[in-house]
């Protein structure tokens, strides 16, 4: 099976939350929620100071763009495009070619500016999963979590140095799904 990633969808500026809501409902009208996961419009608070008053702006990171997470198949490629107001995807050659997609370090950056994480929260961080270190000393190598301080955007996993397990704390966005 293949696995789910990041792409990034033009759209006509503007209409990133409509697209984003046409996205969704589309997903779960045709039955794609195990194909297309998550709708981001990438946004970020900005404090503005006017006249002496202090006000926070949320602004678009990338105006006319929104990040999907998705599998890549045929079919969830056709619903994502024929969403109205989608006028495409980044990274493709366009006369049928698929997409490309980010990479897991393009997307922590993205995600972390939105104080989020590229790992569902709910359903890949449990007490006992197994992870893959993807960044940080301690990459390359696989630990059990320990302890979740998602606060804090630390985990505690359990992993093997020298033939003992040892406790290590690194970031949420350091680690991917085993």
């Known amino acids: 099976m293949m696995e789910k990633q990041w792409y990034v969808v033009n759209t006509y500026?503007?209409?990133?939350n409509k697209v984003k809501e046409k996205l969704e409902?589309?997903?779960?009208s045709m039955d794609m929620q195990d194909y297309?996961?998550?709708v981001i419009v990438p946004e970020q608070k900005e404090v503005e100071v006017k006249d002496g008053v202090t006000k926070e702006k949320i602004k678009k990171m990338f105006p006319g763009y929104i990040l999907v997470e998705m599998i890549m198949t045929d079919e969830a490629w056709y619903v994502v495009r024929n969403t109205p107001g989608v006028t495409g995807f980044i990274g493709s050659s366009g006369k049928g070619a698929k997409p490309t997609a980010l990479q897991p370090y393009e997307v922590d950056?993205?995600?972390?500016?939105?104080?989020?994480?590229?790992?569902?929260?709910d359903e890949d961080?449990?007490?006992?999963?197994?992870?893959?270190i993807v960044d940080g000393p301690f990459k390359g190598m696989f630990g059990k979590i320990d302890e979740l301080?998602?606060?804090n955007n630390k985990i505690t996993l359990l992993v093997d140095l020298f033939g003992q397990e040892t406790s290590v704390e690194v970031e949420v966005n350091q680690i991917q799904k085993a």
């Open 13 to 16: 500026s503007g209409h990133e």
């Open 25 to 28: 409902m589309r997903a779960e």
């Open 36 to 38: 297309i996961f998550r």
């Open 109 to 121: 950056k993205i995600l972390a500016n939105m104080g989020i994480s590229r790992m569902d929260v």
């Open 125 to 132: 961080l449990k007490i006992g999963a197994k992870v893959s």
């Open 149 to 151: 301080d998602l606060p």
